[in-house]
């Protein structure tokens, strides 16, 4: 009997000693209990896997289309514009008639992008725009200056193509594009030779724009920084062209895989876009196609995207 309480004895006072050893004040950010092993602990990313964001979390924007190629998103502290046109009309100037109101913005930082010189890109109109909101400013492609002595001086930006710009919380890659190649034969002679996409970074989003060029050429895609996901894709295609005219987007969607892609359609033949659509869930994992239909549509993102999107693949 005194020998098993001898015993038992020593095995209490081992169990003491034992935890004295390696018990103590624990020290911050030293969390081993996702070692792997071998006692290395685990690598932890930085960014949180789609599936495991909180929609909360999430940066929210606007997207309305406009008309022709122009396209606005409206961001928590920002008003980015794309390729706005401006026709003479006895109309009210309004979203819905195909208009951008820059009255309802004279307060916000307004950023209009203009991809090239084209007529259907811009209207020197536009510069009007100064005088009734007072924080606009312009980034313009190669030729707009030169076609318009206006469009020189403070605030306004001339993006070359490989250029990085950076002002008031935007960063901006200037993303050089060529003329449309074999797929597109036709546009190819009404293509601007000089003529560029944008990659914004703007609120904790990134919004592209591909201007007119509906391909995917090897410049454009190595100039795309890769190192993060592209929230809104607003993408070029020709609706004329049936699938070649498509083919362009459709590869753009499964390089990137951005989360929502928006088709810009000249012309205004929306009917082909849930057509497209259909192409673009059958090449890639979950990437939702906006199927707008008219003049001042508009999608709030990601408030009205699929909740059982499921995550991008490794």
Same mark, same amino acid.
Request: glycine share 10%; aromatic share 10%; hydrophobic share 45%.
């Given at each position: 009997?005194?020998?098993?309480?001898?015993?038992? &004895?020593?095995?209490?006072? %081992?169990?003491?000693?034992l935890y004295g050893c390696s018990s103590g004040p624990a020290k911050p950010g030293n969390n081993v209990s996702g070692t792997a092993s071998g006692g290395t602990k685990r690598a932890t990313s930085s960014t949180k896997d789609r599936a495991e964001v909180d929609p909360e979390e999430e940066p929210k924007a606007q997207v309305i289309y406009v008309r022709q190629r122009c396209i606005v998103v409206e961001t928590e502290n920002h008003v980015l514009v794309f390729d706005p046109v401006e026709f003479k009309t006895r109309r009210q100037k309004t979203f819905i008639n195909g208009f951008v109101d820059i009255d309802q913005y004279r307060g916000?930082?307004?950023?209009?992008?203009?991809?090239? %010189?084209?007529?259907?890109?811009?209207?020197p109109e536009i510069m009007a725009w100064r005088k009734r909101a007072k924080k606009v400013k312009f980034v313009i492609g190669p030729g707009v200056?030169?076609?318009d002595a206006r469009?020189?001086?403070?605030?306004?930006?001339?993006?070359?193509?490989?250029?990085?710009l950076s002002f008031r919380g935007i960063k901006v890659d200037v993303v050089p594009v060529s003329r449309v190649g074999r797929q597109e034969p036709r546009v190819k002679s009404r293509m601007p030779r000089d003529s560029v996409a944008f990659l914004v970074s703007v609120d904790r989003l990134k919004i592209y724009y591909s201007g007119e060029y509906g391909g995917?050429?090897?410049?454009?895609?190595?100039?795309?920084?890769?190192d993060g996901e592209i929230n809104i894709a607003c993408h070029a295609f020709n609706s004329r062209?049936?699938?070649?005219?498509?083919k362009g987007l459709v590869e753009f969607a499964k390089k990137f895989?951005?989360?929502? &892609?928006?088709?810009?359609?000249?012309?205004?033949?929306?009917?082909?876009?849930?057509? &497209? %659509?259909?192409?673009?869930?059958?090449a890639t994992l979950g990437v939702h196609v906006?199927?707008?239909?008219?003049?001042?549509?508009?999608?709030?993102?990601?408030d009205s995207l699929p909740s059982n999107r499921p995550s991008k693949k490794k």
């Open positions: 009997m005194k020998y098993g309480i001898i015993v038992l &004895l020593g095995f209490v006072l %081992a169990a003491v000693a916000s930082n307004v950023t209009v992008f203009i991809t090239s %010189a084209a007529s259907d890109r811009f209207s200056a030169e076609r469009f020189k001086g403070k605030g306004i930006y001339k993006a070359m193509p490989g250029k990085k995917l050429s090897k410049a454009a895609a190595s100039a795309i920084p890769g062209k049936g699938q070649a005219g498509r895989s951005p989360r929502m &892609l928006v088709p810009v359609v000249p012309g205004g033949n929306t009917w082909v876009i849930s057509r &497209l %659509a259909v192409e673009v869930s059958e906006w199927n707008y239909r008219k003049m001042g549509e508009s999608f709030k993102y990601p």
